[in-house]
Nanobody, 125 residues
């Protein structure tokens, strides 16, 4: 049974940093591209960042480029999202997801095979 478990969310002030973590189990982690998505209240789920199997390719959404950094550890089966310079508009539930696709891109939601349950990030102004 595949499980993706996110952690690290919380309430912070604008300008602060958070690091989200996703622990994967039940799959051969190194064979999956990984991604982070987010969903704000009343909005559709949107792509944030992705990382290839090797970690060498990392596309980002324009809204987070230069502020967020995705990384992975294939020995620990984890993927991280370092978020700096947080803004109120970053407030959302953040989801970790895995894709068997070999094309690394700004993944559409439908390209992901497995999802975590999410972790809430709230940024106050």
């Amino acid at each position: 049974q595949v499980q993706l478990v996110e952690s690290g969310g919380g309430l912070v002030q604008a300008g602060a940093s958070l690091r989200l973590s996703c622990a994967a189990s039940g799959l051969t982690f190194s064979r999956y591209a990984m991604g982070w998505f987010r969903q704000a209240p009343g909005k559709e789920r949107e792509f944030v960042a992705a990382i290839s199997r090797s970690g060498l390719t990392t596309p980002y959404a324009d809204s987070v480029k230069g502020r967020f950094t995705i990384s992975r550890d294939n020995t620990e089966n984890t993927v991280l999202l370092q978020m700096n310079g947080l803004k109120p508009e970053d407030t959302a539930v953040y989801y970790c997801a895995a894709s068997s696709s070999y094309i690394i891109q700004r993944f559409p939601v439908g390209a992901m095979n497995y999802w975590g349950k999410g972790t809430l990030v709230t940024v106050s102004s």
